[in-house]
């Protein structure tokens, strides 16, 4: 099935209660794809998918903890029993933890690993291997470069762009860049495509949502707000990246720098690693 057209595809979509997951199913919806929304927060899953039927598109909401492996593995074999292997999967679930290495404890490290990163490593690896065994089943590969389905793993411009402000963050974004190009040269030969999305400042509630370390409540909270409406200000909406997500699906893209800070940074960042690590020893904007 081509997926440039969408029209019958299943896609399957994580941290799609909100923001920039809740756009992207949207997107898709609204491009003829059925939708399956997975969230931890089951009712805002379920306002996606009665969104995505006001588009005219079905769609069903599972609740769903990305960081539980077992969780991961009873959701993907539900989705292929109820519905069937899904041509699309959004691995976009994420949460942030912000503040110095030195203060980051051993459990925001596992919560930001385990969302951000195992996350990924889940849904790519079980959605995968349900693609994978689906084109090697037909008599012939199918001709065309992702369609044999499209897997997009959400990370970020902190991937390549280090901060002293937000180490276990930036590194649970790198994992899933690189994680992203191992895959699709894996996967390269049996027609399913692997893209990594990277965003830089994008009108969502991560910032609100996120996890501060190394100053009491009341810094923390000034901090949850200025970084929020810094996000809004830059007035980069999340169905904006989502367009540029079904774009990179549609072409088969493997690294998407989202907006325009996101591409000025990949560029330094290859250019002049040097200037990156100035950069990095910066108070974040956020402070």
């Known amino acids: ?38 969230d931890i927060d089951l009712p805002a899953a379920e306002r996606t998918v009665a969104l995505a039927k006001t588009l005219g598109a079905e769609g069903a909401a599972y609740q769903v903890d990305v960081s539980d492996a077992a969780a991961m593995e009873a959701f993907a074999a539900e989705v292929r029993a109820a519905r069937r292997i899904p041509d699309i999967v959004v691995n976009n679930a994420g949460v942030a933890v ?32 349900q693609m994978a065994e689906r084109v ?6 199918p001709d065309g470069p992702n369609l044999g389905g499209h897997i997009v793993n959400i990370a970020s411009a902190a991937a390549y ?25 894996e996967l390269a030969g049996l027609r399913i495509g692997v893209t990594a999305v990277c965003p830089g400042f994008t ?64 560029a330094l960042s290859r250019i002049s690693p040097a200037s990156m690590r100035l950069v990095a020893r910066i108070p974040a904007v956020l402070r």
């Open 161 to 185: 762009a280090p901060s002293r402000e937000l180490p276990a963050y930036s590194t649970s974004k790198a994992g899933v860049v690189m994680l992203s190009a191992c895959l699709r040269a």
């Open 98 to 129: 912000a503040g110095p290495f030195l203060d980051t404890g051993v459990a925001d490290w596992e919560r930001v690993l385990g969302v951000n990163l195992w996350g990924v490593v889940h849904g790519s690896r079980l959605f995968g291997r």
């Open 136 to 141: 090697r089943a037909l008599p012939t590969k």
């Open 203 to 266: 009108g969502t509630n991560i910032v609100r949502d996120a996890t501060f370390v190394g100053v009491d409540g009341a810094e923390r909270e000034r901090l949850r707000e200025r970084g929020h409406r810094v996000l809004q200000a830059r007035g980069y909406p999340p169905e904006k990246a989502a367009e540029r997500i079904v774009d990179a699906i549609v072409r088969n893209k493997a690294l998407v720098a989202v907006n325009v800070e996101a591409r000025v940074l990949l």
């Open 1 to 38: 099935m081509p997926l440039a057209h969408f029209d019958g595809a299943l896609a399957v979509i994580t941290g799609a209660g909100g923001g920039l997951g809740r756009a992207t199913a949207l997107a898709l919806a609204e491009r003829g794809a059925t939708v399956v929304a997975a």
